[in-house]
């Protein structure tokens, strides 16, 4: 069982910068692939970003290549999202998700998810 629990989440202006955080209870964290999510306010969740076990492998979406980066802590059972130069339709909430695979990019290969935290980028 693995509980996660997003943070960092909030209003930033088009253009600016957010980090999120995902804290992960569980000693066997460091052998799930954590993955990140949105969903934006009438349309279905979507993925954004993923990455393996040891952190050695990515994977994004298209539409946030070059501008988000995962990454993670097993010492601290925690991942990231570094989310940089932002845009009005990045905003939505984002959900962390553990995986027990090598790395995922679809909803049903997760098996526990967070609350998801809010991110509002304004124009």
């Known amino acids: 069982q693995v509980q996660l629990v997003e943070s960092g989440g909030g209003l930033v202006q088009a253009g600016g910068s957010l980090r999120l955080s995902c804290a992960a209870s569980?000693?066997?964290?460091?052998?799930?692939?954590m993955g990140w999510f949105r969903q934006a306010p009438g349309k279905e969740r979507e993925f954004v970003a993923a990455?393996?076990?040891?952190?050695?492998?990515?994977y994004y979406a298209d539409s946030v290549k070059g501008r988000f980066t995962i990454s993670r802590d097993n010492a601290k059972n925690t991942v990231y999202l570094q989310m940089n130069s932002l845009k009005p339709e990045d905003t939505a909430v984002y959900y962390c998700?553990?995986?027990?695979?090598?790395?995922?990019?679809?909803?049903?290969?997760?098996?526990?998810w967070g609350q998801g935290t809010q991110v509002t980028v304004s124009s």
């Open positions: 998700a553990a995986a027990g695979s090598t790395i995922a990019t679809r909803i049903v290969e997760y098996d526990y």
């Open positions: 569980g000693r066997t964290f460091s052998s799930y692939a």
């Open positions: 990455i393996s076990w040891s952190g050695g492998s990515t």
